[in-house]
């Protein structure tokens, strides 16, 4: 891979990402001024996430914009796969989700898939991915879905409606579509190659259900699309609507790579952490500050390469007024690192009693969410 490359699948990001270079690649479209107009007319307010570019791209989303118009529903499909606890950058797309769910008032089926975990993680064993499952559910319902609205299963617990559009899926895919796609080699376990046609069916779910075309949109993490490559590929032969996606980009780790990700626990800020314990990761952050405070007083940083401006623009400062004067006292040396950490750090902590609190109350409440055979 040359320095400055990146790759982004579903399961390895690295590299730096170029988020134009991506959408280019993967064959999806920025999220258009027009179609952000439309949001804004249907919603009532724009996002920050889509007032800053955070969900910035997408597949056929005028086309759900179109159903809406028409007074015809549409159906949100996310997912979670079970391979840890939750941190910060899977919390991105849902909250997001929770505004379109609250916006369109639009069901939401929410797919854990304990299955792919188990299969493409060697270490993991079935019982470890299902209880993680489980330990996740409690973060999306503490993020306050609405229960009438939506409906969260573990693959292998709602297997049977699911297995009999998998199999439709996965006789229309390939061998070499799957490697070409996914990258897979002849040692990759078959469980694995199989996977895919799995996480397509939600997409068809409703559709299934209802016996009609009811369209669906998807959000999440610009990694997931090459799924719905796929999943988009065999719709039609099966007599579905293709799903919509809308895509985010990576909320950073607190090392300054691109992805926050689980593999690194230092960097990375879960759910499950005592407000301390995350302050103090926050504090430890790299932000390559000035050498002494008098030299980052009269040089000023750069905000867009730190991770610590990222946090406060990905989820912490809703703001666009107040992100703007942090970036501006930020390259001005007015504002050094250590104060802008320790604010950012009292922000996360606040953040991470309240949704602890509403975690706790969620495991009352699982059984109003979770959806069996
Ligand atoms: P998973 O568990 O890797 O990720 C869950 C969701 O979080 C997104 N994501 C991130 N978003 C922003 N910043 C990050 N650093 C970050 N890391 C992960 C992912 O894109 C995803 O939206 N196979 C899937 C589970 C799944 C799914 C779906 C996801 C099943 N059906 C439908 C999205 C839509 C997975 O392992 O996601």
Known sequence: MPANDFVVTPWEVTGKVDYEKLVERFGTQIIDDSLLERIRRHAGELHFMLRRGIFYSHRDLGGIMNEHEKGNEFVLYTGRGPSGSTHLGHLMPWIFTKYLQDSYGAKLLFQLTDDEKF?????????????????????????????????????????????????????????????AVFGFKNSTNIGSIFFTSIQSVPA????????????????????????????????????????????????????????????????????????EVAGDKIMNAFTGGGATVREQREKGRKPVECSIYQYYYYVFEEDDEKVAELSRKCKEGEMICGECKALLAERVKAFLRAHQRNREKAKDRLEEFMLRD
């Open 204 to 275: 068809f779910l409703e559709s299934q259900r209802q016996g009609r075309g009811v369209p669906c949109l998807i959000p999440c993490a610009i990694d997931q699309d090459p799924h719905f490559r796929v999943t988009r590929d065999v719709a039609s032969a099966l007599g579905y609507p293709k799903p919509a996606l809308i895509h985010c980009k990576f909320f950073p780790s607190l090392a300054g790579s691109d992805k926050m990700s689980a593999s690194n626990t230092e960097s990375s800020i879960f759910t499950t952490d005592a407000p």
């Open 119 to 179: 299969l493409f993680n060697e270490a993991m064993s079935h019982e470890d991915t299902k209880r993680y499952a489980y330990e996740n559910a409690l973060d999306i319902i503490a993020l306050g879905f609405d229960a009438k609205k939506t409906e969260i299963f573990l693959d292998t617990e709602y297997i049977t409606p699911l297995y009999e559009i998998a199999l439709r899926v996965a006789k229309r895919v390939t061998f070499s579509t799957a490697k």
